[in-house]
């Protein structure tokens, strides 16, 4: 059963926008209600649990903070603390910001037993994307597969590349990353809210800020980010993981096993073909042999001309490489399905 959130606020717009984007963004974990008269608020908490109530009121007398509720969060006109009150998020920013900011408010009064509704792990995949080869293509490659399948369901891009250029290229400032959600995870507190306490939107795709500092990987063994990925998988609303493995190197076995499928982007000189060699032996000595029948080797096109980064979603998405994607992915569900 799905939770449900209250936006109680005096303008009805808000109150309406604010409820549907919730839908949209949370339609696996949450139901949003509008309501902008206190005695329908009132009237809707005698037949049905509220878990999170967003209020415009602020407290006192019989305000919104008499109303039974999980979590009350009070909608503020400014950045402000916790106040003794309870917690407060600023009204006046974007709806992702809204969202990450509630969704981590309200994981912290979840007991750890609790399950969260989602997905059967049935019918759900994670789409790998991974070379030994470098300036091969890859990452546009796992953006541009994850803009595709966003456009039908709903998709998580989860890059474990060292350095990835998110932060100059789309202008964001994250502070969580999934530096933290590791810590969840090692803590036995992980949780699909938790989980998007911390995701950003590209395009329609979800995107999970990569580790804060590059020695975070020395930190992570494979097997447990392999772990928690699967985690991921399990217990949140995400049909589609697409995963850009990136620099794991030696340790790339854990990930290529968690994938129903992996696109290699390759090229044809002399030293790219060499790596190609060294890997497939790599996994012949391994014993891995039959994770080769995962492997698709494809020359991926190269992305030019994106003159505005805001475009570069729909650039992905509709230029040559959406086209080569869509291609690529045509007739071929039944890998992930099987």
């Keep these: 059963m799905k939770k449900i959130m209250a936006v109680y606020d005096n303008d009805p717009a808000y109150a309406e926008r604010l409820s549907d984007y919730v839908n949209r963004k949370e339609k696996g974990l949450f139901e949003a209600q509008a309501f902008t008269s206190k005695e329908k608020l009132d009237e809707y908490a005698k037949k049905h649990r509220i878990d999170v109530l967003l209020t415009g009121a602020g407290p006192g007398g019989s305000g919104p903070e008499a109303v039974p509720a999980g979590r009350t969060i009070y909608l503020t006109e400014e950045q402000t603390a916790k106040t003794a009150a309870g917690h407060t998020v600023c009204k006046y920013q974007s709806g992702d910001d809204i969202i990450r900011e509630v969704m981590a408010v309200y994981s ?52 474990l590349d060292s350095f990835t250029g998110f932060t100059g290229l789309l202008d ?35 995107w999970l800020p990569p580790l804060r500092f590059p020695e975070d990987l020395n930190q992570v063994s494979a097997g447990e980010m392999a772990a928690l990925i699967a985690k991921i998988l399990e217990e949140s609303d995400y049909e589609t993981i697409v995963l850009d493995v990136g620099a794991y190197g030696r340790q790339v076995i854990p990930f290529l096993e968690l994938c129903q499928v992996v696109y290699m982007p390759v090229r044809e000189d002399i030293f790219s073909r060499a790596k190609l060699d060294e890997f497939d032996a790599y996994i012949n000595d391994s014993g891995k042999r039959p994770l080769k029948e995962k492997f698709f080797r494809v020359h991926v096109p190269m992305v030019t001309g994106i003159k505005r980064v805001e475009h570069f979603p729909q650039e992905l998405l509709w230029g040559d490489m959406g086209d080569f994607v869509r291609n690529l992915l045509k007739g071929r569900r039944d890998l992930w399905e099987s």
């Excluded at 933290?180 to 590209?202: E, M, P, T």
Aim: glycine share 8%; net charge positive; proline share 5%.
């Design 172 to 206: 964001e400032r994250w502070k969580r990353d999934l530096s933290d959600l590791i810590y969840y995870h090692r803590q036995g507190r992980f949780n699909a809210l938790r989980l998007n306490s911390l995701v950003y939107y590209f395009g329609e795709m979800a």
């Design 108 to 159: 912290e009064t979840l007991p750890p037993e609790e399950v969260l509704p989602g997905l059967s792990v049935k019918g759900k995949r994670v789409v790998g994307v991974y070379s030994p080869v470098n300036r091969c293509g890859k990452t546009s490659l796992a953006l541009a597969i994850g803009q595709v399948f966003a456009k039908e369901e709903k998709v998580l891009f989860i890059t």
